[in-house]
């Protein structure tokens, strides 16, 4: 499914997009991560006029999920399904990095079992060194760094190549310059992107559209512009540890079974912290997800 806008899905087939609405005996019943979603993979019939109606939705083979961002209560949201991997754009520089934030996503994507690669943009801003020294932390979690620079042309090849034949949820900030990445990787696809989300954010009442972009070479971006308010769902603060790499292989040595990390004797935690073993800046950012809950955004 390329395309949810209004109750209307685009998907593609192998006659071309469709415009499909679902049974009503398909949606009666379904609430939260049971909603289709951008990137499902659907059963349709046609109908006579050329629009389609859906009446089956595949198992999911994966799913980007969120804290719906509304008033009426806890719900889960799906912002992609089967994605292969999440593509998290910050810039070394104008924004300056929100590392915290960039922590956020990578537990979201530890949890849901999706491959995380970070992309440090700008880095004509600060230089190649600094730029490698502003994101060293994250190289020994194992976690896939392409430094870019559209200026120069830094990294864009080897972008490009990673999202190849790939279905890839590409999200940060704003500012980070995700829409002039997607244009040195397809001239008008960023374009593309921001004129997509900026019309559904015109006028009094927001009409919410998502979308998926086919590239010329093979794969699919969705761009991600909801995931500035990154909720946590269904997420415990017990459960953190198990989603910071570091972390995971140390708290079965803590002294106690319920340590928090923070002041109890024969923490294993706090011991890799003062040995260096673990990036004071990620301890910190782990405390603080502790403290502010799943609900909590950024």
């Known amino acids: 499914m390329l395309r949810l806008q209004s109750g209307f899905y685009t998907v593609q087939t192998g006659r071309g997009e469709v415009t499909c609405q ?3 005996r398909i949606k009666r019943g379904l609430s939260g991560q049971e909603f289709i979603a951008i990137g499902d993979l659907v059963k349709i019939s046609l109908q006579d006029d050329g629009t389609g109606s859906i009446e089956e939705m595949l198992p999911r083979r994966s799913a980007l999920v969120r804290l719906a961002p509304t008033p009426g209560g806890m719900q889960p949201q799906v912002m992609l399904a089967n994605a292969d991997q999440v593509v998290l754009v910050f810039a070394c520089a104008r924004p300056e990095p929100h590392l915290r934030m960039l922590d956020r996503f990578l537990v979201v994507c530890e949890k849901q079992s999706l491959p995380a690669v970070i992309v440090a943009n700008k880095i004509d801003l ?7 020294e502003m994101f060293a932390l994250y190289k020994p979690l ?3 760094i392409i430094f870019t620079s559209t200026k120069s042309g830094t990294g864009i090849g080897q972008l490009h190549a990673l999202l190849e034949d790939k279905l890839s949820a590409f999200t940060g900030p704003s500012g980070v310059g995700k829409t002039s990445l997607l244009n040195a990787i397809q001239p008008e696809l960023g374009l593309t992107v921001r004129e997509v989300s900026s019309w559904h954010n015109k006028g009094r009442h927001t009409t919410v559209v998502r979308q998926m972009f086919p590239l010329l070479n093979g794969g699919y971006v969705a761009d991600m512009p909801g995931l500035r308010s990154l909720a946590l769902w269904d997420t415990s603060p017990e459960e953190l540890d198990g989603y910071f790499p570091e972390l995971r292989g140390l708290v079965e040595h803590c002294q106690f079974n319920d340590c928090t990390h923070r002041t109890e004797p024969g923490c294993a935690v706090r011991a890799a912290v003062e040995k260096g073993k673990i990036h004071p800046q990620r301890y910190e ?5 502790r403290e502010e809950g799943s609900a909590s955004e950024y």
């Open 22 to 24: 679902m049974r009503k």
């Open 126 to 132: 600060v230089g190649e060194d600094q730029a490698h």
């Open 142 to 144: 194992g976690y896939p």
């Open 285 to 289: 950012s782990y405390l603080k997800l």
